[in-house]
């Protein structure tokens, strides 16, 4: 299966993508903190188990390639609900530091629209940890709605709860959400990376 806009092409997850992939986590981790050590075996089994998901029947992962330059500049999933069969979770995207705010909203659209107007589904969710502060704002940034969390550790050093949040957008939130992703990517067209997502040529091929 392959997803595509004018600017990137999801493809299937395969080893080759491998190389570029570390270097994007790479990237990431020396953004963070330069003085932070990166851990390439760590990265790589990260990769190993998102392929899994496949052969597992518990998720389809995907490469995004820049049809611009013919880099991959990152990797995300489309997973399955338990016992849900019309609903789907959006795995965390990750992205090259170097993606503008535009490209990587149109990404999330471009897998929303894939979703909601090619599958079907009727729900879209989304789990992300409340100590991800990026993510967080990305996936209330697309018009998700917080349905509930659940407490999975507690920092002794800090005194900080980490808890995982359960975010999602329903069929009939779609249309709105729409809207207002286009409204967003129209506004960042203009920028001087030229994003193209404002309107969305999706198709899949099997």
Known sequence: MILESRRVRFEPLQTVHFPELLKVKHDIVLEQDEAMDFDQEIAFIELTDLLMGRRRGSGYPFAIIDKFTG????????????????????????????????????????????????LGVTKVEFQVFSNDNQERFIVQQLGARLEGYSKVAQLQQSATTIYLLKYSIVESEWERVRDSINRQLQFNKGNARGESFRVVNLFSRN
Not at 72 to 80: D, E, F, L, W, Y
Not at 95 to 110: A, H, T
């Open 71 to 118: 880099d991959v500049i990152g990797t995300t999933a489309i997973n399955n609900v338990p016992g849900c069969a019309l609903q789907l979770e959006l795995g965390k995207m990750i992205m090259s530091p170097g993606c503008s705010e535009g490209l990587s909203l149109g990404c999330r659209f471009l897998m929303l629209v894939y979703c909601f107007e090619t």
